[in-house]
């Protein structure tokens, strides 16, 4: 078990408060020594009493950030207590892991307490009389488990595998979202087809065969800060799939040639690990109208992306979803836009949305917003998107603060500080104003008109 370890800045040992990134830093140390367990225990190479060793530093992790007391509030304080909840769910497994291995072959009634006795087993093994062995010293630190963690590609043909890394440290580990359909107010349309693309056919997938094959390519564009990125997160949170978080970036480098073999790597992992989402975010940066003044590179890149989206190597019943969001579809290129089957408008949210996406910012803060206020601040909302709203929510909470004076603010009780009222939004409403242009809308409500499935 690791001793010895710092604690960093608003981190503290097991049963003392902590921030919720402090929670996060225990809940990652646990992931790492349990996905190198998980290793040795399923692959079935190497010693048992290796995997016991690493199951009890994960144990030990997961103890301490259990035991801390978060002091956190407001959105931070749920995060922590649906991480806290994972981590308990984590240490049952791991604990039902050791009960398994200690029943099982010569590691039945064996005890190390004589050979290893200046390490003290974690509470969840003392009860078996085991002390974990010291790790050998002679060993190498192991790598991250390839199976909770970044999964082995070695076996696929035709890929350079460095470049296989690259791709594999875009996969976003499903544990650090949080956000669900609920986050997600309004959008019933796109929530639908996500669920129609990405969660049904994985629940039902003999239903989904043929005609009903889902879509391969989906694309939210829209105005900014509307959501489309948190739609992306919230399939990233609910469904199974690998999703791969892809920007320009991603696929981009200085060497010659190599910005299409990123993409033929992309796709080709996609497939091995499918079900696969690759989620490209203001992809309008990355599939533009190809033209005669672009460069030699970017074009062979964009090439390699069409025929790997829907070409020679495609196969039916892949389940493979490219999802894209952008805020200027108009500039995407033909061929590009074919192959997105669903193309849904996100428009900015309509007066019912507005109040529901109000209400929830300030549930976690004292107010005294009645509805018929709600309904009031809403109206006068109009044409404000959705992180609009929330700027203004977090100005209009600092209303209540500004009218203390800082000898005041040093000692008042957060509990006396005054409510929110609807003062305070129409005061933030001065500076916090609307930031799409009236003419973007009127642009995208035309493509919308012409291109979109939602029109």
Known sequence: MATGTSVSPGRSRGGGPASYLALREYHKRAYDFLSVALEIDESGKGEPTDAIDYYSRGVAALEEG??????????????AEKLKERMIS??????????????????????????RPHLQPTASLRVH????????????????????GKPRVSHIKGIDHQLADKILDEIVDQGELTVTWDDVVGLELPKRTLQEIVILPALRPELFTGLRSPARGMLLFGPPGNGKTMLAKAVAHESQAKFFNISA???????????????????ALARELQPSIIFLDEVDALLSKRGGSEHDAMRR????????????????????????ATNRPQELDDAALRRFEK???I????KEARKSVLRKLISKHHNLLSEDQLNKLASMTDGYSGSDLTALAKDASLGPIRELDFNALKSVPANQVRPIGLNDFQLSMRTIRPSVAKDLITTLEQWNTLYGVSS
């Not at 259990?66 to 995060?79: F, N, R």
């Not at 970036?249 to 796709?267: C, H, I, P, Q, R």
């Not at 992306?305 to 490219?322: A, K, N, P, W």
């Open 249 to 267: 970036a991603s696929l981009t480098s200085k060497w010659v040639g190599d910005g299409e073999k990123l993409v033929k790597t992309m796709f």
């Open 343 to 345: 193309r849904i408008y």
């Open 90 to 115: 984590n240490l049952e497994m791991a604990r039902d892991r050791v009960n398994v291995l200690l029943q099982g072959g010569a590691l039945k009634g064996v005890s190390l307490e004589a050979k």
């Open 129 to 148: 009389k085991i002390t974990p062995p010291r790790e050998p010293t002679n060993k190498k630190k192991p790598a991250k488990n390839p199976v909770m």
């Open 301 to 324: 890149i964009k090439n390699e992306f069409l025929q790997s989206f829907d070409g020679m190597h495609t196969q039916e019943g892949e389940r493979i979803l490219v999802m894209a």
């Open 66 to 79: 259990i035991a801390c007391d978060v002091y956190e509030v407001g959105e931070d304080q749920e995060k």
């Open 347 to 350: 428009p900015l949210p309509g």
